[in-house]
Each structure stands twice: as structure tokens, then as C-alpha cells.
């Protein structure tokens, strides 16, 4: 199994522009989740998605997007990118049974916003 | 307000020492996870906690759940270069909710 993998890791974009990064997991997990990560502000949470079909916002969801076609792929779009939108964005799937919770992170993509 | 708190933030220590990382709540999860994360890689999981007052060890490590599920601990011993990274703690609240996690404690340990 790959696990999650994100494309690409590292991306610098100008201010205004639109991108997606990719995320993808082989692991048949019914939950993903993007959080970015800055220095003193630990993981934050974006969106996540509970299946194909369904997605939440979470902490800091202004200025993205994400859709849920399949059970494999959760891609996240900056619509216009902004330089507040500079950190290390983390994509992760996750399964719950019976009360147990376990998450799978991908390598992250670094992105730079000039 | 931070929903998981951890302290410390950082931590400097030599090798040989032990330490205690802690991860405190108001609010009760279903289940908490403690991570490592390394410089320029994601977090990796290293145990999940479901059941309160649970002791779970992984080689020098310890992790204890709370009887309340409120909070957690990592206990280190004898630490060892190779321990220092970013070490995080998540819960879930409640089936079908996103995980939260608190902001870190960066350990170093220096031999």
C-alpha cells in the first residue's frame, strides 16, 4: 500500500492564482481531512470528508475548496491564493471502529505564496 | 481557546533523562492519538488510547489515558537522541467528527 500520498510537495504561486494539490489514499479509509501547519499554530483543520459525496468545514475553511467524488481522492483548490496561505498543507484518511480512531498522514505539500 | 492543550511547548533535555508530556481537556473524547512528527514529514501515528485510565508502552514510552477521558501523558525513559521531534496529541469527540489536535511539544535531546 502507498498510504496517502499528496502531489506536489513543494509549489510557488503568485498572488491571485488558483491551484489544487492532490491527495489519494489506497487504504479504503472512509475519512480524509486537509489541515495546514504553521509554526507556533500547530495542525489546523480545513475541510474533511466523512465519505464519498460528504464534506465539512473545518477550523479555517476561507479561501478553499474540496469535493468528494470518490473514496480514494480529496483534492483541495485555493480559489484566488493569497500569501496567508503559506504553510505545509498535511492530507490525511482515517478510520473509526468501535470507538477507535486512527489517522494516516501524507508527506505534505509546502507552498509559497509570493 | 485551544481545545487540547499540551505543555510543554518545548522541551531541552540530555540523554539518559526521562520526561512527561502532557495533553489536558475540559471536553471529553471518544479516543485520543499521540503523534511524532519529524522536520519536512508528517506526523506519524504512535498510539491510540480508547478506554479511560488505559497504560499503553511502546518500547520507552508510556502513554496513559485519563479515567475522566480528558486528558493524556506520554512518559519517556532514559531518552535517546533519536527521540527528539515534534510530538502531538489529537481526539475525537464523537464518532463521525474530524480529529483536533493541540499545538505540540518540540523535545530535543541532546547526547
Known amino acids: 500500500n502507498a498510504g496517502v500520498t499528496q502531489t506536489p510537495k513543494f509549489q510557488v504561486l503568485k498572488t491571485g492564482q488558483s491551484m489544487t494539490l492532490q491527495c489519494a489514499q489506497d487504504m479504503n479509509h472512509e475519512y480524509m481531512s486537509w489541515y495546514r501547519q504553521d509554526p507556533g499554530m500547530g495542525l489546523r483543520l480545513i475541510h474533511y470528508s466523512v465519505g464519498a459525496g460528504i464534506t465539512d468545514q473545518g477550523e479555517v475553511p476561507n479561501g478553499y475548496n474540496v469535493s468528494r467524488s470518490t473514496t480514494e481522492d480529496f483534492p483541495l483548490r485555493l480559489l484566488s491564493a493569497a500569501p496567508s496561505q503559506t504553510s505545509v498543507y498535511f492530507c490525511a484518511s482515517s478510520y473509526q471502529r468501535g470507538g477507535r480512531y486512527e489517522q494516516y498522514f501524507g508527506p505534505g505539500t509546502r507552498l509559497t505564496v509570493t | 481557546t485551544q481545545l487540547l492543550e499540551q505543555s510543554p511547548q518545548f522541551l531541552s533535555i540530555q540523554e539518559g533523562e526521562n520526561l512527561t508530556v502532557y495533553c489536558n481537556s475540559s471536553s471529553v473524547f471518544s479516543s485520543l492519538q499521540w503523534y511524532r512528527q519529524e522536520p519536512g514529514e508528517g506526523p506519524v501515528l504512535l498510539v491510540t488510547v480508547v478506554t479511560g485510565g488505559e497504560v499503553k508502552k511502546l518500547k520507552r514510552l508510556t502513554f496513559q489515558f485519563g479515567d475522566a477521558r480528558k486528558d493524556s501523558s506520554l512518559h519517556i525513559t532514559a531518552a535517546q537522541p533519536g527521540d527528539t521531534g515534534l510530538y502531538l496529541c489529537?481526539?475525537?469527540?464523537?464518532?463521525?467528527?474530524?480529529?483536533?489536535f493541540g499545538k505540540g511539544t518540540t523535545l530535543s535531546v541532546s547526547s
Open positions: 489529537a481526539g475525537v469527540r464523537q464518532a463521525g467528527t474530524a480529529l483536533i
